[in-house]
């Protein structure tokens, strides 16, 4: 369908401009859209991808990669490999991250984790040198929370409730705990962990950090990322801030780079 021939149509000229057969890490998201990626990828051929490895972002990642053929490194392995070269020096140890998005602004900012992976997309994205983010156009807004409706957040499960409330404390109307789609138990992610879907009014973007007016509700990406990850029991936020330099705050740039 149309959908699916934009998704594979964007993905294969994210492929085209921005792959390279020097790279040596790659990193690989979840989701649909990233499937059509990995079909680039190989089918540039086995004497592209045979000396590169692949680094997943979950089990489906991993799945993906092992169905392609490619050769899958997970990260804690990744870091072993490249060893620690001491305080403050680079962790950008892949070329490039290929992942989707559930919504991106026009900073290029990010809502992730409406597949339950965005922690380990979150780690891989760290340590990477730039964040490819493929999404057709239903996911393109002006702000995010236009279109996709809440902040999917990764939660230890027995404070799931008690961070659950402190959202509301927030201002976030009805947080959530994601319910598996085959079950009727919570949905438990790679990293045996709950997620919490909190809606939220629209985002501001970064660059309207003036604006920030939590009374009214009115958040800045980096701002909110940065508020909820303080929440105890909260381990990982599914926004994705694309700004880096003097906007990026304590939630720090998570990408470098991004490109729809
Ligand atoms: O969970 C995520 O952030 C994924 O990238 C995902 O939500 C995008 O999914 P899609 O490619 O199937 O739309």
Redesign the pocket.
């Known amino acids: 369908n149309l959908i699916e021939a934009a998704?594979r149509a964007a993905c294969q000229q994210a492929v085209k401009d921005n792959f390279s057969p020097s790279f040596k890490y790659v990193g690989i998201?979840?989701?649909?859209?990233?499937a059509y990626v990995v079909e680039a990828i190989a089918a540039l051929g086995p004497e592209v991808s045979a000396g590169m490895k692949f680094v997943p972002t979950g089990a489906g990642s991993t799945k993906l990669i092992r169905d392609a053929g490619l050769t899958v490194l997970q990260v804690p392995e990744l870091l072993v490999e490249v060893g620690f070269a001491g305080p403050g020096t680079s962790r950008q140890h892949l070329d490039i991250y290929f992942?989707?998005?559930?919504e991106v602004d026009a900073e290029l900012n990010?809502i992730?984790?409406?597949?339950?992976?965005?922690f380990q997309?979150k780690v891989v994205s760290r340590l990477s040198k730039k964040f490819i983010c493929?999404?057709?156009s239903r996911?393109k807004a002006d702000r995010l929370l236009t279109k996709w409706a809440y902040v999917?957040i990764e939660v230890s499960p027995i404070a799931a409730e008690l961070v659950r409330q402190a959202l509301i404390d927030l201002g976030s109307k009805d947080p959530v705990i994601r319910f598996s789609p085959s079950t009727t138990t919570y949905l438990i992610t790679d990293n045996h962990n709950y997620l919490i879907d909190a809606p939220f009014p629209t985002l501001l973007l970064n660059s309207q950090a003036e604006l920030i007016d939590p009374a009214k509700g009115l958040w800045t990406p980096d701002a909110l990322t940065a508020k909820i990850r303080g929440i105890l029991g909260v381990l990982e936020v599914?926004i994705f801030s694309g700004l880096t330099g003097p906007q990026a705050t304590a939630a720090g740039p998570d990408v470098e780079g991004v490109k729809p």
């Open positions: 998704k998201g979840s989701g649909s859209t990233i992942d989707g998005a559930d990010c992730k984790g409406g597949g339950a992976c965005l997309e493929v999404a057709d996911k999917p599914g």
